[in-house]
């Protein structure tokens, strides 16, 4: 079941994404860990930071995708709250 307001949202953002990519405007993309930096203090950020740098920073030449932190069986104390799930 999918959530409506959810969907709208997303179209929301991708409608903006597109009206900035038509104005010439570059499209940031942040990684997880650059995105803790600028709201040091959220838990769910923290969380997908580290995450992501235990999945690799995708330093070792392979892209960090949600598969990949969906499909972990890493034993640690934050599995159970990890993104993606």
């Known amino acids: 079941m999918t959530?409506?307001?959810l969907n709208k949202a997303l179209e929301a953002a991708?409608?903006?994404r597109q009206e900035m990519k038509e104005?010439?405007?570059k499209v940031e993309r942040l990684t997880p860990?650059?995105?803790l930096a600028k709201k040091p203090t959220s838990y769910s950020l923290a969380i997908?930071?580290?995450c992501w740098e235990c999945a690799?920073?995708?330093?070792?030449g392979n892209k960090v995708t949600r598969?990949?932190?969906e499909m972990c069986?890493?034993?640690?104390a934050l599995h159970a709250f990890r993104p993606y799930k």
């Open 23 to 25: 104005r010439g405007e």
């Open 48 to 50: 997908a930071a580290k």
């Open 3 to 5: 959530n409506p307001k």
């Open 67 to 69: 598969e990949t932190i």
């Open 14 to 16: 991708h409608a903006k």
């Open 33 to 35: 860990r650059e995105k």
């Open 73 to 76: 069986t890493v034993d640690c």
């Open 56 to 60: 690799g920073n995708g330093e070792d």
